[in-house]
């Protein structure tokens, strides 16, 4: 399967998802010390919850209104207000002006709208792909997004500290291509169920009370929940390279050792966290198809299930080794579990998800990968008052609930429903 062969909507979208993760990873991870520097860390603190607060609440907003109203209108109006958002942000922080709390409240605006748009735009790519192309899509999405990534975080890191004017203005210009683009080559087939009520409890649609129990219905799904869980396993575990590996790396190598025997270089433990993470994302951008074209005539229950198993050894050995070349093997086979996993779990995500509440269960997932990111914070409060052992037994202990997790839902779907394969190539 290539990428021609997805439809007309999901290349689109794919492509202007490269471009646009482009722009915000060029601005996005360096705003935080942006605005520190203007505020003080007290101030932007509180700004960064604020921020995050806001884009919780247009995620789960976007989830029920793009399930009542449709995708693409969602999208649309998001847009608009993103692209809005960033023209203004750009003005605000021109040769002319310097306003770091109208550029916050705007920022407030762009995440609560893009929040909107997320769960939308990933109700739009399960309407649009089929159980059969899933897998090559979400991997095709996976390495575009990586590789974006990198692209704009080198960006940032040369030149956000002295030209963040170019890219803001290059991030408003990408937001209002992205707005026509969508308007004119996006196409929304979802059907809005119409429901046969009373004109009076038509009207009560959207109140906070029909909101609610919609994600209700939502959360008392035991299958998605099981899988969302999981997923909130491997992103905690994920997370701990920059927060709980990190702190003990820095702190068990203080002083610079030999990288590797046969090579006159050394590293410290703070070296070895960005070589860890650079190693992470040269792996996916490169070997992503490679590794999809050598698995697809594996079952996706294999292929799933090992590289589970991969993923959370490798981290395992990370969390409690500090030789450089051992780390950097154990990288390696994590990243390795970390290709084989994700395509198949986020098809398996889209196959379970019922047509008429796609978006609503997606700001679910969505919320609690978020959780993930939350969990890993625990980890740098149980650094230092546990032995570092005893962390890497619940590493072990989330590999294995997650193992079990993924065993049971993909047995009970090969029973049903298989879980259908393409190729890339």
């Known amino acids: 399967m290539n990428f021609l ?15 646009g993760t482009i722009g915000s990873m060029s601005i996005l991870p360096y705003i935080i010390i942006f605005f520190s520097g203007q505020l003080g860390t007290t101030i932007t603190g509180f700004m960064f919850l604020g921020v995050m607060g806001a884009n919780i609440l247009g995620s789960i907003a976007g989830g029920y209104l793009s399930d009542f109203i449709g995708r693409k209108k ?16 750009t ?88 707005l026509i683009i969508t308007i004119f080559f996006i196409e929304d087939h979802y059907e809005v169920a119409q429901s046969k009520v009373e004109p009076e409890k038509k009207r009560s649609k959207g109140s906070l009370f029909e909101v609610s129990k919609v994600y209700m219905v939502v959360i008392k799904d ?34 610079q050792i030999p990288l590797l025997p046969f090579l006159d270089v050394e590293v410290d433990g703070f070296n070895l966290v960005g070589i860890l993470k650079a190693e992470n994302t040269i792996l996916v951008v490169c070997l992503t198809v490679v590794v999809s074209f050598l698995l697809k005539r594996l079952k996706d229950r294999s292929v799933l299930l090992g590289g589970i198993v991969l993923f959370f050894c490798g ?30 779990k986020q098809a398996l995500l889209a196959n379970m998800v019922p047509d008429h509440a796609r978006s609503s269960y997606m700001a679910v997932y969505g919320l609690l990968s978020m959780g993930g990111s939350l969990m890993a914070g625990l980890f740098i409060f149980l650094y230092g008052r ?23 839902l993909t047995k009970t779907e090969a029973t049903s429903q298989h879980i259908n394969k393409a190729e890339i190539g």
Do not use: H
Not at 5 to 19: D, M, W
Not at 74 to 83: D, G, H, N, Q
């Open 315 to 344: 981290y395992a050995v990370i969390s409690f080794n500090s030789v450089p070349i051992v780390l950097i093997l154990a990288m390696f086979i994590a990243t390795l579990g970390e290709l084989m996993n994700i395509p198949v």
């Open 5 to 19: 062969s997805f439809s007309k909507t999901i290349q689109v979208r794919l492509v202007l998802q490269f471009f």
């Open 74 to 89: 969602v999208i649309v109006r998001a847009e608009l207000i993103v692209s809005i958002g960033y023209a203004l942000v």
């Open 222 to 255: 035991y299958r998605f929940g099981a899988l969302a869980l999981a997923n909130l396993l491997i992103i905690a575990v994920e997370e701990q390279l920059t927060s709980f590996i990190g702190l003990r790396l820095t702190e068990d190598l203080p002083k």
């Open 91 to 178: 003005i605000m922080n021109s040769s002319w002006l310097n306003e770091p709390y109208m550029t916050f409240i705007l920022f407030l605006f762009i995440f609560v709208c893009s929040g909107m748009a997320s769960p939308a735009y990933s109700a739009l790519i399960i309407d649009e792909s089929n159980p059969e192309n899933r897998r090559a899509v979400y991997t095709f999405s996976y390495w575009l997004n990586n590789l974006a990534g990198a692209i704009g975080g080198l960006i940032g890191a040369f030149l956000f500290e002295d030209y963040y004017f170019y890219l803001f203005l290059g991030m408003s210009m990408i937001a209002f291509l992205t």
């Open 386 to 408: 546990v032995p570092s052992f005893f962390l890497t037994a619940v590493f072990v202990l989330m590999g294995i609930a997650t193992f079990i997790i993924f065993w049971r």
